[in-house]
Each structure stands twice: as structure tokens, then as C-alpha cells.
């Protein structure tokens, strides 16, 4: 039963790890698999408020959501030689994988939801620094490496609201 802890902290510090240094780090260079994520997911992101309509497409799909789900299902794969000596351990890391995806791909269909929810991951998107708050489903390793940086209810988001409104109007 140790395994579901360690399986959940591993999760969440491969979530880190990866959205830090490899979906932002390799990712910001176009043409390599992974600059879906900067290059189209945040982008669509930004000009949606925070809405990814990526996430109505298939996950089968050759697009930002498919690479997303075969990630996952690769890392899931990487753990299951694992399975016979440590079950929890694996279950958990198969179920880490599905919350995120469940999680990811609901905060990207309704911000309302994101907002209250997963504060930390609108942030990552909406705030002015994307190279933050790197967590998805959990901010503890963002709180551990120091680099959550609330956005949410401040006066900067308060002023980037109040700029995009009187863009609309224009």
C-alpha cells in the first residue's frame, strides 16, 4: 500500500519534469514531436481564454490531444514491468495518468471549472508567466521547487482582464 503515495508523488513530479523540461524546454523548438504542446496547445489556449478546441477532436487523432494521449500511455507503459512487485505503485501511476488526462482535458473545455478546480494549471496558461506553475492535477512539486506563482484574484489579472475587455469593444 506504500506504492499509492510514492505512486502519486512520482506522478506529480513527473508531471513537473516533463511540462517543465520537455513540453516547454523541447518543445519551444518547431518541428520536433513535442512542440504541439507550445506551439498549438498554449497558443490556442491564450487566444481562447483558456479554452482548447483541440479537446472536442478525437484523441486519436494526430493533433495536440492525441500526442497528449499517447504520453500518457507511453509513461503508463514505462511502469508496467513494475506491475508484479510493485501493484500499487503501477495502479496508481495508471490512474495518475487517466486523472490527468481527465483533468486537463476538462479544465480546457470550461475555465469555469479550471478556475476553481485547478487554479494552478489556468495560471500556467492565463498569467504572464507561462514558465510557471507546471503542475496539472496536484500543485505540490510546483510548491516544493518553488515555482507556483499565483494569478488568479490579483491585480494583474484584475488589469489583463480590464485590457482584454476594451479590446473586445474596439
Known amino acids: 500500500m506504500l506504492g499509492i503515495p510514492i505512486g502519486l508523488a512520482v506522478a506529480n513530479?513527473?508531471?513537473?519534469?516533463?511540462?517543465k523540461h520537455?513540453?516547454?524546454?523541447?518543445?519551444?523548438?518547431?518541428?520536433?514531436?513535442?512542440?504541439?504542446?507550445?506551439?498549438?496547445?498554449?497558443?490556442?489556449?491564450?487566444?481562447?481564454?483558456?479554452?482548447?478546441?483541440?479537446?472536442?477532436?478525437?484523441?486519436?487523432?494526430?493533433?495536440?490531444?492525441?500526442?497528449?494521449?499517447?504520453?500518457?500511455?507511453?509513461?503508463s507503459l514505462l511502469v508496467t514491468p513494475l506491475l508484479p512487485i510493485a501493484p500499487f505503485f503501477v495502479m496508481t501511476s495508471y490512474y495518475s495518468s487517466y486523472r490527468y488526462y481527465r483533468a486537463h482535458k476538462r479544465a480546457h473545455q470550461d475555465p469555469a471549472w479550471a478556475r476553481e478546480n485547478v487554479p494552478w494549471h489556468y495560471d500556467h496558461h492565463m498569467g504572464p508567466d507561462q514558465d510557471a506553475n507546471w503542475c496539472v492535477t496536484r500543485p505540490w512539486f510546483d510548491h516544493v521547487m518553488?515555482?507556483?506563482?499565483?494569478?488568479?484574484?490579483?491585480?494583474?489579472?484584475?488589469?489583463?482582464?480590464?485590457?482584454?475587455?476594451?479590446?473586445?469593444?474596439?
Do not use: C
Open 13 to 19: 513530479l513527473a508531471e513537473w519534469l516533463i511540462h
Open 22 to 75: 520537455v513540453l516547454h524546454g523541447k518543445g519551444r523548438v518547431r518541428g520536433t514531436f513535442w512542440s504541439f504542446h507550445w506551439h498549438e496547445h498554449h497558443r490556442n489556449a491564450r487566444a481562447s481564454g483558456f479554452v482548447d478546441h483541440d479537446y472536442e477532436r478525437s484523441p486519436f487523432a494526430w493533433n495536440a490531444q492525441g500526442k497528449e494521449a499517447l504520453g500518457l500511455v507511453g509513461m
Open 146 to 170: 518553488g515555482t507556483r506563482k499565483p494569478y488568479i484574484g490579483t491585480e494583474r489579472e484584475q488589469a489583463d482582464e480590464a485590457r482584454r475587455a476594451r479590446r473586445v469593444q474596439s
